[in-house]
Each structure stands twice: as C-alpha cells, then as structure tokens.
C-alpha cells in the first residue's frame, strides 16, 4: 500500500506457491522476506517486485534486524547470521552459543548483541566471538531498545532490563505467551496470545469449536518505560460485524502485527487488516 492502506497490491509474484511468510523488514532501499524456508528480497523501488532467494540462509527465518556493519538473520535451528558490510558473505556468529534455537536478534547503541531462543536470552559484548546466558527462565521471542530501556517478550509474559541486558525483571505477566513486543511513538507495545509460538501464524484449528486451539489475545502498551502496562485493545475486541453475532468466535480473533506508518497504526489479524489515526483509540477495517 502506498495510500495510507485505502488500496493494496499483490508484490508476491515471483514467489515459489508453497512460501509461507513469517516477517517482513525493509533496509537500505530494499525488502527481505523472511519464510519457512529460507530469506528472500527485492528491491523496494522496482515497478514489480524481483524476489531472489538469499544463498545459504535456508530453515525458518524468524528475526531479521539491523546492526552497524551489516543485518543480522536468525535461522531456527541453524543460528544467527551476519552480513559483512552489505556483501553477499554471510557469517555465523553464535558458534560458540549452547542455543541455536534462536527466535530474535537486537543490537544494543553501545554495540553488544542479545539474542532470544528457546533457552532464555544470551548477551555478546565481543561481535559474537562469546556468549553469555543472562536469562534462564524461558523462552524469548522478542526483542526492543527505546531510551536505554530493553523489553523482551516470551513465555514469562514481558521483561525489562536498564544495565545493558546483564539482569532481567518480569514487568506483565497474565500467564500467558507475550508473543511480539515492539515501539511505537513514545511507547513499548505488546501483543499477548497464543500458549503455543508455533501456532501463531500456521495453527491446528479446534472444529468442535470453529476457532484456534490455544489463542487469546490482549493488546497491552507502555508509555512509562515499561513499567507499568495499560490495555490498548478495547476499541478492536470485539470487532463488531466480523464474526457476526457470535461473542465466543469475536473473542478467538488472533492479532499478528501491529505496526506505525506515519501517523497511522496498523494492526493485522486473521480476519484482515485494521488502521487507527488516533493512536489506537478506534479502528477502522
């Protein structure tokens, strides 16, 4: 969409039929796609989108983020990856990390790295060459810096840390899966759902119930830093008119994204696409 979302174009053409998408970044005038096999992009300025697959970066994609002398990758599986100065050399820089399974990448203003996986967050404050686990309470799935601040999200709900990422305190935690945290404005923001991240964009679906096993949604922001935690999602739960008259389906819709373009937020569910011009006070399909 380049009208504020009023109208959308397909830019999938090129792609294999059988991609799943997980994320979307864009850097330096051009588009990466992360799936669940492999890492494509385009160039964001061409009429019709040229999509190649990136060499060697095969598995699932799940984080692509930047860093002051080139992208960082996080393949499931396989580790977190880095490119040399924009070339087409790509480095493993967790080799000596005891998790591959890593979900996330963050690189902090003062140049050490954090990465988030299944086991915990682990800090490197040497480019990669070690690695130190500083939290071992569960799984993180993301990442976010604003102002000195450092928030996570994963299976203990949201956590923050002002040292650097050294100690980490549980700041929202209503028992479930804090499944993607990020900033926006003057605000950290985080969607709580889904027990289960792997359900998250590909789940089983429950037919005696007509609606995702597992999925509960909660829209929470921050505008202190992270320490205090406020609903944000009353104006889009429920969304009157999409599921009909039915609460308990109103009540299974699962947010994915949700994302600032200008002076208008964005907010993706399974049921379409949602835009606000007051900061999340109402919602327009």
Known sequence: SVDGGQSWQD??????????PILVFVNDGEVFLGTQNGLYSSPITCAAPNWQQV???????????PGRYGLYVCSYGLGIFQNLGGTGVWKNINKTMKDNTVRCVLETPDGAILAGSDSGIFKSADGGQTWKQVFAEGMVLNLVESGGVLIGGGARGVLRSTDGGAHWDVVLNE?????NTTHIKDQFVTILGTTDPNKDRFGSMDSTKGRPQGI???????????????????????????????????QAKDIYDIVQAGELLFCTFDTGVFRSSDQGKSWTR
């Open 11 to 20: 830019v999938s053409t090129g792609l294999p039929q059988e991609v799943q």
């Open 55 to 65: 060499p060697f970066l095969n598995g699932r994609i799940l984080g692509v983020s």
């Open 175 to 179: 028992n479930i899966l804090a499944k």
């Open 216 to 250: 509960t949604n909660r829209l929470r922001a921050s505008a202190d830093g992270g320490q205090t935690w406020q609903r944000m999602d009353q104006a889009l739960l429920p969304l009157p008119g999409v599921y009909g008259m039915d609460e308990s389906l109103s």
